[in-house]
């Protein structure tokens, strides 16, 4: 099993940046493809990037990408999302969502097996 603690969220200005941090536990963490997902006020959770578990894949939503990047580290078993150029609508939790499978096997949340409890970014206008 693994267990994931995001970190990092906060009060940001648009077009200013934020680098989530999720911690995870577990022994077979490396062996995870690792996601972000958020979650805005009356919205559906959606997807924003993936990563597979040597981190050579990675996938971003649209409406992300260019302003995105997830990495992960393995030996401190983090996951990271920097985000730069925040705009309001990025307004959301976040959550660290870990799959047990090693590859991206898309972007639906049940593809997911494990989650974090979130963290919440705001972007003012």
């Known amino acids: 099993q693994v267990r994931m603690v995001e970190s990092g969220g906060g009060l940001v200005q648009a077009g200013g940046s934020l680098r989530l941090s999720c911690a995870a536990s577990g022994r077979t963490f490396s062996s995870y493809a690792m996601g972000w997902f958020r979650q805005a006020p009356g919205k559906e959770r959606e997807f924003v990037a993936a990563?597979?578990?040597?981190?050579?894949?990675?996938y971003y939503a649209d409406s992300v990408k260019g302003r995105f990047t997830i990495s992960r580290d393995h030996p401190k078993k983090m996951v990271y999302l920097e985000m730069n150029s925040l705009k309001p609508e990025d307004t959301a939790v976040y959550y660290c969502?870990?799959?047990?499978?090693?590859?991206?096997?898309?972007?639906?949340?049940?593809?997911?097996?494990?989650w974090g409890q979130g963290t919440q970014v705001t972007v003012s206008s």
């Open positions: 990563i597979s578990w040597s981190g050579g894949s990675t």
């Open positions: 969502a870990a799959d047990r499978s090693a590859v991206v096997r898309g972007t639906a949340s049940r593809n997911y097996d494990y």
